[in-house]
């Protein structure tokens, strides 16, 4: 059964750096999968932050991209988000997702259990 | 970006109904749609892919449709377990877009 779970500080401070960390059991980070941080903030729907594959290759979305790092560790089998200049904005609960592609498909199948992330000083 | 509109925002329905929920994207992306169910202080959990293929263990008064830009969710007879938000989800190509979500609510 693949579980994903995920650590990282509750508290940052403005213009600060956040940064999560997802180990991953019960499947191989070289498996054909995408490895996901999505965000939620409070009331509102998720919003997809960016992706890395086990070759170290990444997608990000265009909003976030000058401030986000994406990064994986096949040793540890985990990957890792670091996001810098944090603003109250950024209050959110912070998902590591596993996405899976299948025939004409694409999806977020496995989730970790969030990580609620508040920007504050 | 492909741009993902649900509707509606809110529901309010009675167990044994049959309800439908909408998604429609602003591009023609196939079948390339998920559904997603949330309940209070709990993460998403996967119901529908491709649009109509229904995820490992989810009930099958669960249902999927629609191909192009319109797509749609229905439950054909609600359950107590149920009542919750979902949210669509456009999946063609990065940035992977969401629905605002739809809040299904007791009558």
């Keep these: 059964q693949v579980q994903l779970r995920q650590s990282g500080p509750g508290l940052v401070k403005p213009s600060g750096t956040l940064s999560l960390k997802c180990v991953v059991s019960g499947v191989s980070l070289s498996s054909s999968n995408w490895w996901s941080w999505i965000r939620q903030s409070p009331g509102q729907g998720p919003e997809w932050i960016g992706e890395v594959y086990h070759s170290g290759a990444t997608n990000y979305n265009p909003s976030l991209r000058s401030r986000l790092t994406i990064s994986i560790d096949n040793s540890k089998n985990q990957f890792s988000l670091q996001m810098t200049s944090m603003t109250a904005a950024d209050t959110a609960v912070y998902y590591c997702v596993q996405r899976t592609s299948g025939h004409w498909s694409k999806f977020f199948q496995q989730w970790g259990q969030g990580s609620l992330v508040i920007v504050s000083s | ?107």
Excluded: H, M
Aim: charged share 15%.
């Design chain 2, 1 to 107: 970006d492909i741009q993902v509109t649900q509707s509606p925002n809110s529901l309010s329905a009675s167990v044994a109904d049959r309800v439908t929920i909408t998604c429609r994207t602003s591009e023609i992306i196939s079948n390339y749609v998920n559904w997603y169910q949330q309940k209070p202080g709990e993460g998403l959990r996967l119901l529908i892919y491709g649009a109509s293929t229904l995820a490992s263990g989810v009930p099958s008064r669960f249902s999927g449709s629609g191909s192009g830009t319109d797509f749609t969710l229905s439950i054909s007879s609600l359950q107590p377990d149920d009542f919750a938000t979902y949210y669509c989800q456009a999946s063609y190509t990065a940035p992977y877009i969401f629905g605002q979500g739809t809040k299904l609510e007791v009558k």
